[in-house]
């Protein structure tokens, strides 16, 4: 099984920078994605890492430590808009053969937006 | 492309009554994932489906839930008998080539609110 830990909630000021942090333990990694949830909306996919080290695309930027079992968000410029849930998922491999494959999503971190 | 689409947008039944939950991938997707969420649990996979074939329904709480997918563009969830701890949001997501391999990402659907009285 997995076990994935993101914090509850998180406030920051318009314009700043947050960072939002996941640690995960699992058996078989294979992937870390984040996604964001607008409330009462469906999670859409924001990045993937599969290597150890930062993906950055646009105003936001995935970092991966594969030997810590540790991952963040970074958001950069904060706008009203980036109000919303944050998922970090962790995919590893369950078995073998096609599909052998297990996606689990953190509770999410609630990311308010203040002026 | 219209995305995934799922109905009812919300249900609303009482406890003991069936419920049947639809979902349409997005099309040449060849795998559909049904996830559920709730505030105490957040996103739980229920069960996943790889070209039409049921791979994993580990997820899937009791006997009382059960999930069809007779063709590559149509599913359902089905619960029966309903009961009030099943009260959630339901959803639907599809993926290309297994969703699992590769930066493969899930498109959810809107979701399906489900409240069991």
């Known amino acids: 099984g997995q076990n994935i830990d993101q914090p509850t909630e998180m406030t920051a000021t318009e314009g700043a920078i947050v960072q939002i942090n996941c640690t995960y333990q699992t058996s078989g990694f294979n992937g870390l994605f984040w996604y964001q949830q607008h409330a009462g909306e469906a999670p859409t996919f924001l990045s993937y890492?599969?290597?150890?080290g930062l993906e950055e695309k646009g105003r936001f930027s995935s970092f991966l430590s594969r030997s810590k079992g540790y991952s963040y968000l970074l958001l950069k410029e904060l706008q009203m808009k980036d109000s919303a849930s944050y998922l970090c998922a962790v995919r590893d491999v369950i078995g073998s053969g096609a599909g052998s494959y297990q996606l689990t999503f953190g509770k999410g971190t609630k990311l308010s937006v203040i002026p | 492309d219209a995305g995934v689409i799922q109905s009812p947008r919300h249900e609303v039944t009482e406890m003991g009554q069936e419920v049947t939950l639809r979902c349409k991938p997005i099309?040449?997707?060849?795998?559909l994932f049904w996830y559920r969420q709730t505030m105490m649990r957040g996103l739980e996979l229920l069960i996943y489906f790889n070209n039409n074939v049921p791979i994993d329904d580990s997820g899937m709480p009791e006997d009382r839930f059960s999930a069809k997918m007779p063709n590559a563009s149509f599913s359902t969830l089905k619960i029966q008998p309903s009961e009030p701890r099943d009260s959630a949001v339901y959803f639907c997501?599809?993926?290309?080539?297994?969703?699992?391999?590769?930066?493969?990402?899930?498109?959810f659907g809107a979701g399906s609110r489900l409240t069991v009285l």
């Open positions: 099309s040449g997707h060849n795998s």
């Open positions: 890492n599969v290597l150890d």
């Open positions: 997501a599809s993926s290309l080539r297994g969703g699992f391999s590769g930066a493969n990402v899930l498109t």
